[in-house]
């Protein structure tokens, strides 16, 4: 007990922080981490815009919304640290669909490529590995971390970037690259959802790094 409240007192003190939401060289929109706001960071960078706040992931799990599916909730009260099917919802509103991969099937991003053409990326989850994280499972809070991975178009070819909240920015890999990363963490029981648009939305209007949104 006495550990969450430290937690808790050491992060409310920074919670007027905001986000940092930056756009690299390449153009590619990014934010950095805020608190346990992985999850809402994780869908505006593959989304590549400012959508969603720490408020609008508050509104889909009202608690009319949880009532209703009680499967829609944080896993960590106050830190924001996102269930699935809160990333699946707001993907939703966004115009988008994921879906979650089994990760007893061999990964192949050509694969997924080919089964889906207008592909945005994925979105990631896996055990986090940051000393707030840790001290977190300590506190019988368990903690994993969501990511992004966006595929955008630059200079005729299409680019893959690793969208980490957690790091300083955006890192843009190869195709042989992002496949490795995804296989081992699926290795590692890592989560993985292929997102693609299902609707016209803010998604569309991000489809190249060059834009600025």
């Known amino acids: 007990v006495r550990m969450r409240e430290l937690l808790v007192t050491s992060w409310s003190s920074t919670s007027a922080i905001a986000a940092r939401r930056v756009r690299s060289r390449q153009g590619v929109y990014f934010e950095r981490q805020r608190l346990m706001r992985c999850g809402v960071h994780a869908v505006n960078n593959i989304l590549q815009a400012d959508i969603f706040s720490a408020a609008d992931f508050d509104d889909i799990i009202h608690p009319e919304l949880r009532a209703l599916d009680p499967s829609i909730s944080y896993k960590t009260p106050f830190f924001g640290n996102s269930d699935a099917s809160v990333l699946v919802l707001a993907l939703q509103r966004a115009g988008c669909a994921a879906t979650f991969l089994d990760r007893r099937k061999p ?79 699926l290795a590692a029981q890592g989560e993985v959802a292929v997102v693609v648009p299902s609707a016209p939305g803010p998604a569309a209007s991000s489809s190249s790094a060059s834009n600025t949104a």
């Open 107 to 185: 990964f192949s991003l050509a694969a997924q490529e080919d089964a889906a053409p207008a592909l945005l990326g994925f979105v990631l989850n896996s055990r986090s590995a940051s000393l707030f994280s840790r001290a977190m499972r300590l506190a019988g809070m368990g903690s994993r971390h969501w990511l992004a991975v966006r595929r955008l178009p630059v200079r005729g070819a299409d680019m893959y970037y690793w969208l980490d909240s957690a790091a300083s920015g955006p890192e843009c890999l190869t195709a042989q690259e992002v496949e490795g990363r995804i296989q081992a963490l």
